[in-house]
Structures are given as C-alpha cells and as structure tokens.
C-alpha cells in the first residue's frame, strides 16, 4: 500500500527549528523555559566544546530539565 501526501518544501535546519518552536510556543513560553530559550538562542552562533557539551549532558541526564543556572557551576 502506498500513501501519497501532498509534497512540502524541505526547510533547513535553521528554519526546521523555528517551526517546532513556533508549534511548542504555548509550553515554551512558561518559565523557567522562556527565559532559558531565549538565553540559549542568544548564543545560537557561538561555538560550544565537545568536553562542555558532555558536562552537560550529563548533568541533564543525572538531574532532569532545569534553569541554566544551576548549569554554571
């Protein structure tokens, strides 16, 4: 069995991103994830070492979602 759907444009990482914000508006937009979205995306460009990255990861995996300032210790 086959199942045609209408075709869409394929969206960069960029714009992919943005679309799944704007569907998860409504539970990003309570705090303290608003503040820390914008926060991160501020920092969109910025480059982020493999050895920060893995601490935390970790420490997201150990603890669970969290504000960002616990992360700065």
């Known amino acids: 069995m086959l199942d ?6 394929v969206r960069d990482l960029e714009h992919e991103g943005l679309a ?5 508006a409504a539970d990003i937009k ?6 820390n979205a914008r ?3 501020s920092y969109r460009l910025a480059p982020v070492g493999i050895p920060m990255r893995l ?3 970790r420490i997201l995996a150990d603890d669970g ?6 992360l700065q210790r």
């Open 55 to 57: 601490a935390v990861l």
């Open 39 to 41: 926060l991160v995306w």
């Open 65 to 70: 979602p969290m504000a960002l300032s616990p």
């Open 20 to 24: 799944l914000i704007a569907l998860a």
């Open 4 to 9: 045609v759907i209408p075709a869409h444009r």
């Open 30 to 35: 309570r705090e303290p994830r608003f503040n």
